[in-house]
């Protein structure tokens, strides 16, 4: 029985270690012409939080913000002889990589852009996550009190046929 218990607690441990509770910002910022713009400043500003992070793209135009709480933010990407290119509202979720390329104009073409669509979800995976508010899990009605049997409310989360409680 101790046997049991002990791998059990294992188990709990290594689940809890493969949870992930932040998102992810990738993107490539590119030019008219569609060449890549190297070194351009990437700023992200979490809107609830106020809090803002700062990137520079690679020689790919890459740039990547990683480890980002879930919640909601706004990009914006300045490049010299470039037009700042803006993008409002991004939804970060729990264990998501959420795309925003940024396609820039040359500063002398004064055009207004604003982006009002959200930003498209790739996932790069074929996890499944949720996440569940404060209130939700103070109202469900939990046997024995136990944090773990939370993990069951996730699609695709069963427990073993021959485990018992």
């Known amino acids: 029985m101790m046997i049991r218990t002990a791998s059990l607690m294992f188990s709990y441990s290594l689940l809890s270690w493969a949870q992930l509770y932040t998102g992810s910002v990738v993107g490539v910022v590119v030019d008219p012409s569609g060449g890549v713009v190297q070194g351009a400043e990437v700023r992200l500003t979490d809107i609830d939080r106020d809090t803002r992070s700062t990137a520079k793209t690679d020689g790919e135009g890459r740039y990547l913000f990683r480890s980002l ?26 264990n998501a990589t959420v795309t925003a390329n940024a396609y820039m104009l040359v ?32 109202d469900l009605p939990l046997v024995n009190r136990n944090p773990f049997d939370l993990a069951f409310l996730a699609p695709g989360v069963s427990q073993a046929p021959s485990s018992t409680r």
């Open 69 to 94: 709480p879930p919640g909601n933010y706004s990009l914006k990407v300045n490049a010299p002889d470039l037009v700042p290119y803006d993008v409002p509202s991004i939804a970060v979720d729990v």
């Open 107 to 138: 500063s002398g073409q004064q055009i207004d852009i604003k982006v009002a669509a959200e930003a498209s979800l790739v996932s790069e995976d074929a996890t499944i996550s949720q996440t569940l508010t404060r209130e939700l899990i103070n």
